[in-house]
């Protein structure tokens, strides 16, 4: 069911605002929204949330500097003195001379690598280029991408040639000559220029001397930085702190309406709680005043689902189609009936469903209680059932099973009720059955919702004619088509007369309501032909894939089966390889079919049930609360 909410107001002075916003994230039972929405709101000051987010920013840098990137190994502890702003401060400045020596360490090893090469590979000595006066030589580096087009550009300058050497795979150095009349941008030529001294060795061993001090400074600064990480187990505490601190700044700059010295605080809360909510937050603040009241039509209202326990695991897949209405019918506890039961006859073999159940309960052992494997556990239950009244237990692995264990056989076989493959009409009229059942209660819940939003026009005129049709029209191919029972003619005659009353019904509905008499006449047609093509015919046929999928699980083992036994009975070598292949075709039959079996029954219940009257619309409950990702409270 959907829960019933309220809308509450909390009005109290600016300056207790901390605690009571602080009070909230504690309980987590409020969703805030915006109170200009009903308040007119004045523009407060962005200074304290940009404070508290630039703050936050700083630490988070701070961390992942300290920690590498390791933040999530690192476990919490609480010490007294240590000051965070401090810590944040000395650490961003330890960052910033890091990086600025690791930089010029960088730039530096670059330096020497190219005056290394030019020294190896260059051709003239360095102290004779300077003594050339008539002819301009250039050093350069270029790209290996921009080798041809730099080149060809090079060619067209008048008086001019160049040297090439390749220092990397993705880079070349040019020595460029040309006349000193002649201008060359080297940047538009995408090449970079590269400075080289008189005395280049005497450089190299002045950049050595500069390496070894930057290394020094360097192992100094990493010791300082391990010195710093050893304080991550209390910094990581006020990494929660702040972000706190930004959601209430957040919630308090977009949501909360401040006037002078009052703040006024609006939100959704359940209604069961309200009560004693209210009575613990006026204890702790007696001087708020709180104000409530229900929903208003058009209001974006939240949406809490509140199931028993066994339809809770549901909930995960009414939440992959939407959000329901906070005034609509919940479809969650209607749905759990139908999924399991489809599920399990959709699969069909005991042995499948002992299988699932089992797997099931182990991994909610192991990782707890997911939703999804709750739903997958009822489901073996069912598929355990009806594989067990089918006769479904791998495939048809009783009637191969040696003399002596016939006994199982014959206790297994005593409660079979139906064969799906020699009473496979029987199957489908089961399934259809289904589809039938399901489609009429959906109807019967867009009545229950017309009549709780006070829709008594479409109430009598379209759910009722459709649950008129429906049960005509069943009537109708079972007595007159496919002759399986006969009726008194007084119920014949009702019948017929219920549908008639139900076509009418819909088309007077459609001429009444509908606007322009092309819209009348269109729709009118189109409400009786939806109704009884689509809700009463082809909504319903889509269940033979029940039919369809639960035969096709059998069948599929069975030619497991009779490969396996081939195999095996072919020569007594190949009966461990039979085996393996007895185990790894099952295997696959359970989860291809597992798959289909949830997909197809997931389908039935989002197009063909949901359609008849779920209201989708809102959005789901989200309430304050604290920011906990390294504190535990």
């Known amino acids: 069911m959907i829960a019933k909410v309220k809308k509450i107001f909390l009005i109290g002075p600016t300056r207790e605002f901390n605690q009571v916003f602080s009070f909230l994230q504690k309980k987590g039972v409020v969703e805030i929204t915006r109170a200009s929405d009903e308040i007119q709101k004045e523009k407060t000051t962005e200074k304290a949330f940009f404070e508290v987010t630039k703050k936050l920013q700083d630490l988070r840098g701070a961390l992942e500097f300290l920690s590498d990137g390791k ?28 990086q600025f020596f690791k ?23 360095f102290k004779e280029i300077s003594l050339i006066k008539r002819i301009k030589i250039e050093l350069l ?26 220092k990397t795979k993705k880079s070349f150095i040019y020595v460029v000559f040309y006349h000193p009349s002649q201008k060359i941008d080297y940047q538009k030529l995408g090449a970079e220029r590269i400075e080289l001294p008189e005395n280049p060795q005497g450089r190299i061993a002045e950049i050595d001397k500069k390496l070894k001090e930057i290394e020094d400074e360097l192992k100094f600064l990493y010791e300082e930085k391990r010195n710093l990480a050893s304080f991550l187990p209390q910094a990581v505490l006020f990494y929660d702190y702040y972000e706190n601190l930004k959601l209430r700044e957040k919630h308090r700059l977009e949501d909360v309406f401040e006037k002078g010295k009052i703040f006024v605080l609006s939100g959704w809360i359940e209604e069961k709680i309200f009560p004693s909510f209210e009575k613990e937050i006026l204890k702790k603040f007696p001087f708020l005043y709180i104000e409530s009241r229900k929903p208003l039509k058009g209001e974006n209202v939240p949406v809490i689902l509140k199931n028993k326990k066994v339809f809770q695991p549901y909930e995960f897949l009414t939440q992959m189609y939407g959000t329901p209405a906070w005034d609509s019918q919940d479809p969650t506890p209607n749905m759990g009936v ?61 009637n191969r099973l040696p003399s002596q264990f016939f006994f199982i056989k014959r206790a297994l076989e005593s409660i079979v009720i139906l064969d799906p493959v020699k009473g496979a009409t029987y199957f ?3 399934a259809i059955a289904c589809g039938y059942i399901q489609v009429l209660w959906g109807i019967v819940l867009k009545c229950i919702d017309d009549i709780k939003q006070k829709e008594f026009p479409k109430f009598f005129l379209e759910d009722i004619s459709s649950i008129l049709i429906q049960i005509s029209i069943f009537f109708i191919i079972s007595v ?20 008639v009353v ?25 409400g009786v032909y939806s109704v009884i093509t689509g809700t009463a015919f082809s909504d319903i046929i889509s269940y033979i894939r029940l039919f369809a999928l639960g035969l096709t699980t059998g069948l599929l083992a069975q030619a497991i089966n009779e490969l396996v036994w081939f195999v095996g009975s072919a020569n007594k070598f190949l009966i461990p390889f039979a085996l393996l292949l007895f185990i790894v075709g099952h295997a ?11 997909c197809h029954t997931l389908r039935l219940q989002y197009y063909e049930f949901f359609t008849k009257f779920i209201r989708t619309g809102g959005h789901y409950f989200k309430p304050v609360k604290n920011f906990v990702k390294y504190t535990l409270h």
């Not at 060619?155 to 160049?162: A, G, Q, T």
């Not at 069909?348 to 309960?361: H, Q, R």
């Open 502 to 526: 139900g076509i009418f019904s819909i088309i007077g509905y459609n001429l009444y309501y509908q606007q322009g008499l092309i819209f009348k006449i269109l729709w009118s047609y189109y």
């Open 71 to 98: 933040l999530d190994n690192i476990r919490p502890q609480v010490k007294t003195g240590f000051k965070v702003d401090e810590f944040i401060e000395k650490t961003l400045k330890l960052k910033e001379k890091i």
């Open 480 to 499: 007159y088509m496919l002759k399986i029972f006969t009726i008194p003619k007084v119920l014949s005659t009702a019948v017929f007369i219920s549908l």
């Open 428 to 430: 489908i009229a089961i």
């Open 141 to 166: 580096t270029v790209a290996k991408k921009k080798k041809k087009i730099f080149e060809s550009q090079i060619r067209k300058i008048p008086l001019s040639d160049f040297l090439q050497f390749q």
């Open 588 to 598: 696959f039959n359970l989860g291809i079919n597992a798959i289909g079996a949830f």
């Open 338 to 398: 139908f999924f399991a039961f489809f599920f399990g006859l959709c699969l069909g073999d005991a042995f499948y469903g002992i299988v699932i159940t089992i797997l099931s309960i182990f991994l909610i052992l192991k990782k707890g209680g997911k939703k999804f494997l709750w739903i997958l556990f009822m489901g073996g239950i069912f598929t355990f059932l009806f594989g067990a009244i089918t006769g479904g237990w791998l495939g048809d692995v009783l």
């Open 103 to 125: 930089e010029e360490f960088e730039t530096l090893t670059r330096e020497k690598e190219n005056l290394s090469f030019f020294l190896e590979n260059f051709p003239l000595p």
